[in-house]
C-alpha cells in the first residue's frame, strides 16, 4: 500500500505528463483495464501459464482472502478464488506464479516499516478451470535475517522455485532471498542478498535470467544468475497514478505494469532487449523515459540524480494542487 507523501507525487508526475495510455483493441495480452468494481487496491499481477491471457491479482488491505483471475481481453474477472485454511490477510501486496504450478500471494506489507515481526506466504495450485471457488491453501511463516521491515515484492523464481522478496524504503531495499523450499513446520528466514533502489513489485523473466524491479517512477531489469543480481539497466515504463505491480507475459515478449485505483489500468511494454524497453503497446501515450544506470526519480542504483532542482520544484508544486484538489481515500 502505498503512503500519501508517495502517493502524491505519482500522481502530480501525471498531471506533469498527461494521462495513461489508452487500452489497446483486441487480444490477449494487452492493454486493458480491470473492470471488476470489486478490484480498487490491485497490488499485485502473475500471468497464468495454464489460461492463456488471465492475469492473477488481488487487492491491497482490507479486503479478504480474496484472488481474482481478469481476462486480459475483456478486463472482466472471470474467477474468484476464496482462500481458506489461513489466518486474516494483513497487508496482502505481490502475487507469483511457481514452476510447481501453485501461486504463491506474499502478505508482507507493513506501513510501519517494522511493526509486525513476521509476516506470511499463502501457496496454492492455480485452478485448472476458470470458475468461482474456495480452495485450501498453505500458510508459511516468514521473518527475515536482519530484523522486520515493510515489502511489497515477492518473486518466484521460474526453474528453481526458490522465492524471492525486495524490501521497500525510501533509501534503498534489500533483495532476500527465502529457503530452498518453504516450510510450515518451523519459520522461514529469508536471508538478504543483494542491495535494490525503491521497489514496489518484481517479476522473473520465463527463462529466470532477468528480474525487473518497478518502482513508483521507473523500472530497472537486472542479470540474475546463481541466486544473485548482476548489471542491471533502465527499462521503460508507464506513468501510473499507483504505480504498484508487474509481471512478464508468458512468452516473455512483454511487461504488463498495473496500478491501484479503481477501473486500473494494466500497460503492456513490449521488452527490448537491447534498450530496456519499448513504448506501451496500443498507444503513443507517455511512458518513463529511458536511461542509465540510476535514472528514475527515485535515485536507482548508480547514482544518478533523478528530477534536478527544476523537475522538483515542479512536482512538488503540482503535488500541493493534487494535495488541495484530492481527498484521499484512507490514511
Known sequence: MPSYLTVLPAAALLLLAGAAPAAAEGGADRTFTIEDPRITESSGLAASRTHPGIYWTHNDSDDGPYVYAVDSRTGRTVATITMKGVGSPRDVEAISLGPDGN????????????????????????????????????????????????????????KTG??????????????????????????????????????????????????????????????????????????????????????????????????????????????????????????????APPGGSGSGAEGATGGGKGLGTTGTLLLLGAAVLVFLGVRRKKG
Open 103 to 158: 501461486l504463491y500471494v506474499g502478505d508482507i506489507g507493513d506501513n510501519l516499516n517494522g511493526s509486525w515481526d513476521h509476516v506470511w506466504i499463502y501457496r496454492f495450485p492455480e485452478p485448472k478451470r476458470l470458475k468461482d471457488a474456495t480452495v485450501t491453501a498453505t500458510q508459511f511463516d516468514v521473518k527475515y535475517a536482519d530484523g522486520p521491515r515493510n515489502a511489497e515484492a515477492l518473486m518466484v523464481h521460474p
Open 162 to 287: 526458490r522465492v524471492y522478496i525486495a524490501s521497500k524504503n525510501e533509501g534503498g531495499g534489500g533483495l532476500y532471498e527465502g529457503p530452498a523450499e518453504l516450510t510450515t513446520s518451523a519459520t522461514n528466514v529469508f536471508r538478504r542478498v543483494g542491495e535494490v533502489p525503491w521497489v514496489t513489485d518484481g517479476a522473473f523473466s520465463p527463462d529466470g535470467k532477468e528480474l525487473v524491479l518497478r518502482s513508483y517512477f521507473s523500472a530497472r531489469a537486472y542479470a540474475f544468475e546463481n541466486g544473485r543480481l548482476g548489471a542491471d539497466r533502465a527499462v521503460q515504463g508507464p506513468l501510473q497514478r499507483q504505480a504498484e505491480s508487474v509481471t512478464f507475459t508468458p512468452d516473455g515478449s512483454a511487461l504488463m505494469f498495473g496500478s491501484e485505483g479503481k477501473r486500473s489500468e494494466v500497460v503492456r511494454v513490449d521488452v527490448d532487449r537491447d534498450g530496456g524497453g519499448k513504448s506501451p503497446s496500443g498507444s503513443g501515450g507517455s511512458s
